[in-house]
């Protein structure tokens, strides 16, 4: 095993403010809520103060929001729209090590993903949609799509950047004004893209950004003013936030938890198999809701896979996610370790046999050694409820209908992955699997022109691509 000398990043670049505060109106102001500390769960240390939203400052957030709607960015043509757009996408990328590094150390994710991943790709979100604002007639949604007016968004913390734009771009594109809430432990990159927005002089109004906890959520979501809701999170919140808007005409998508299959045949090149099995479990720590959480591999090479990936666990670097080495990063909050914790507890007490990498983990910190449960049943928790950790559940199968049975017996339906050499197989059985996105060889692969959503209790819409407008036009 190679030993690596520290490569950290510097975490100047991150250009960190002592505090933070709401985006409203096209202005930094104070919110009258309880002010948050956010902290870099690789260390504990307070990062920063952010001030949050109280009820009023969310009135005020939409009724900003609904004036720039209705004055002007509801009726400004699409090609306006997209100058807008694109000068947000470069923006972001020309302050992209910066958003990397503040993202890095709010989130707790390597630097290297960060870098190589959220950051990239989430200012290509807005170069695609800036590419769609005037292009809305062709999208095959009738000749002249309609906004559908304020759109209220919840994001969640896995993806902070790169779920807010996820949101934000297909909205404007469409040419619907926006209330965004980012999570209450991963507020920062947020609040720097409202700079970036503020110098690429958007009308004031058309995107407000308001950091708190759930309640500022429950909140803006059930706001009168709000026309659409967007969320992306737990199905427990989601399934309150479908209960709590139903009737109220409100137009709703729900990105919601996954609990992936991810599918090795015994003709799958194994090694190539084993990256993507860690990329789809390891990468972001597992809090990923399209995590390939249920590793099902072919009986006849299930003990030969076994020992190939736990050889390859062994390798990944765990610690400092400013090291870019650093393979595995910390976990977002200590609520979030300590819900793995209890998960992975479940698993020991049903009976599963549990290996951890032998990996050293840094003393302060939230930091979860990568896991993997052999000799997994279908019936238990670990095989059926979202860890969002590093944690893989290994299941195994002889015939390829008894691995689609296994992969379908979840209430989720996000992703899922296959691995084989026969492309016939790959088709055969992506048409049966249930689930919003399904990879062939390869996991984890994101791009604005690509749907995402899922089916059941993963939840409903599409983000991105061609079909992503929909949910953001009225058609
Ligand atoms: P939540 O669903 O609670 O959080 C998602 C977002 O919703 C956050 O911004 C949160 O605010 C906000 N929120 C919380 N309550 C409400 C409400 N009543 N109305 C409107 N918005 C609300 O997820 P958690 O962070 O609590 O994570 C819990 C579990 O959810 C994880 O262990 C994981 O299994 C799953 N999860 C799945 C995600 C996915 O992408 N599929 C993403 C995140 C979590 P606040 O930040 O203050 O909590």
């Keep these: 095993m190679w030993e690596y000398a520290p490569a950290p990043e510097s975490r100047d670049i991150a250009n960190l403010k002592p505090s933070y505060r709401l985006f409203v109106d096209g202005e930094f102001v104070e919110g009258a809520g309880e002010p948050l500390k956010t902290i870099n769960p690789a260390t504990e240390e307070v990062l920063a103060e952010v001030s949050t939203a109280d009820k009023n400052d969310v009135d005020r957030a939409v009724k900003a929001a609904r004036r720039a709607y209705d004055r002007v960015w509801g009726k400004m043509p699409g090609a306006e729209r997209a100058k807008y757009i694109y000068r947000i996408a470069r923006m972001m990328a020309e302050r992209s090590r910066e958003l990397a590094v503040l993202e890095s150390l709010d989130n707790g994710k390597p630097i290297k993903e960060a870098r190589d991943v959220d950051i990239p790709t989430a200012s290509a979100h807005f170069f695609y949609h800036a590419g769609w604002a005037d292009k809305l007639g062709y999208a095959g949604l009738g000749p002249d799509p309609k906004p559908l007016g304020v759109a209220g968004q919840v994001i969640p913390w896995n993806f902070p950047l790169l779920m807010a734009a996820w949101k934000i771009a297909p909205a404007l594109a469409c040419g619907n004004t926006v209330v965004l809430k980012p999570a209450e432990t991963t507020p920062l990159t947020a609040l720097v893209l409202a700079e970036i927005i503020q110098q690429a002089e958007l009308p004031p109004g058309v995107v407000n950004i308001l950091p708190g906890a759930g309640d500022v959520g429950a909140e803006l979501t059930n706001h009168a003013g709000v026309d659409k809701v967007a969320f992306t999170g737990s199905t427990d919140v989601g399934k309150l936030i479908q209960r709590s808007l139903a009737g109220s005409g409100k137009k709703l998508t729900l990105e919601l938890g996954g609990k992936a299959a991810n599918v090795v045949f015994d003709d799958a090149p194994l090694d190539q198999a084993v990256e993507g099995i860690v990329n789809g479990i390891f990468f972001n720590q597992g809090h990923v809701c399209c995590a390939g959480s249920r590793l099902l591999v072919q009986e006849s090479v299930a003990d030969e896979f076994l020992e190939k990936l736990h050889a390859r666990i062994t390798t990944l670097r765990i610690g400092d996610p400013l090291d870019k080495n650093t393979d595995v990063g910390a976990i977002n909050s200590r609520e979030q370790l300590t819900r793995i914790t209890e998960l992975v507890a479940t698993g020991e007490e049903e009976g599963a046999e549990k290996w951890v990498s032998p990996c050293p983990l840094p003393d302060k910190g939230f930091f ?88 059941q209790e993963s939840g409903f819409g599409r983000e991105g691509g061609r079909a992503g407008l929909e949910a953001y036009l009225d058609v």
Aim: glycine share 10%; net charge positive.
């Design 368 to 455: 979860f050694a990568p896991t993997v449960f052999a000799g997994v049943s279908q019936a238990m928790r670990i095989a059926r409820e979202e860890i969002f950790g590093p944690v893989l559940s290994v299941l195994t199968f002889r015939t390829p209908d008894e691995a689609v049975a296994k992969a379908n017996n979840t209430p989720y339906g996000l992703s899922a992955g296959i691995w084989t050499d026969k492309g016939s197989r790959i088709l055969w059985m992506a048409n049966q699997l249930r689930a919003g996105v399904v990879w062939a060889n390869t996991f984890n692969r994101f791009d604005p022109t690509a749907p995402f959503g899922g089916y």
